[in-house]
């Protein structure tokens, strides 16, 4: 299965709580830029995991507007302090039900806690926003690092 893990795109501070965050205009651009970038690499998702908070949200409407994702499930492990365990549990079950392309919008420090989770042998990377990981997840759960692309 492959499996990107995406953090959300550029979001402002200002807000009443972290999770009531929204994209900036760059954030937008940012993963519209993604969505193109996914969309030239003949990427299209059958699931998309995404976190409850409103910057993962609107990435990830941004991003499909370019790339199909079929379906999208809202969970909550997918904040910042969430369980990359968890995740990886979550990520093995859908493998084992025929999944065969996921997408997983999330935040730091999560998302190079979870490329750790997967990919123990690599040092997980940088993730600056809008940033994406590829790991191709075997059924032994053991992943391994594809790619890794940011907008420029």
């Known amino acids: ?19 009531s965050r929204t994209l900036t205009h760059y954030g937008i651009q940012q993963s519209n830029q993604a969505g193109i970038w996914l969309k030239q690499q003949n990427c299209r998702f059958d699931f998309g995991l995404v976190s409850p908070y409103i910057r993962a949200q609107q990435t990830l409407t941004e991003l499909s507007s370019h790339v199909s994702v079929a379906k999208v499930e809202t969970n909550s492990c997918l904040v910042p302090s969430g369980s990359p365990s968890s995740i990886v549990d979550m990520l093995t079950m859908l493998l084992n039900d025929g999944v065969e392309n996921v997408i997983v919008v999330s935040h730091l420090p ?27 997840l075997s059924h032994n759960s053991a992943g391994k690092f594809e790619w890794f692309h940011q907008v420029e």
């Open 110 to 136: 999560l998302v190079g806690y979870l490329v750790n989770e997967l990919c123990p042998q690599v040092s997980p990377p940088m993730f600056p926003t809008a940033a994406i990981a590829c790991i191709n």
């Open 1 to 19: 299965m492959k499996v990107c893990i995406m953090r959300h795109g550029e979001a402002s501070f200002s807000a009443s709580s972290d999770s």
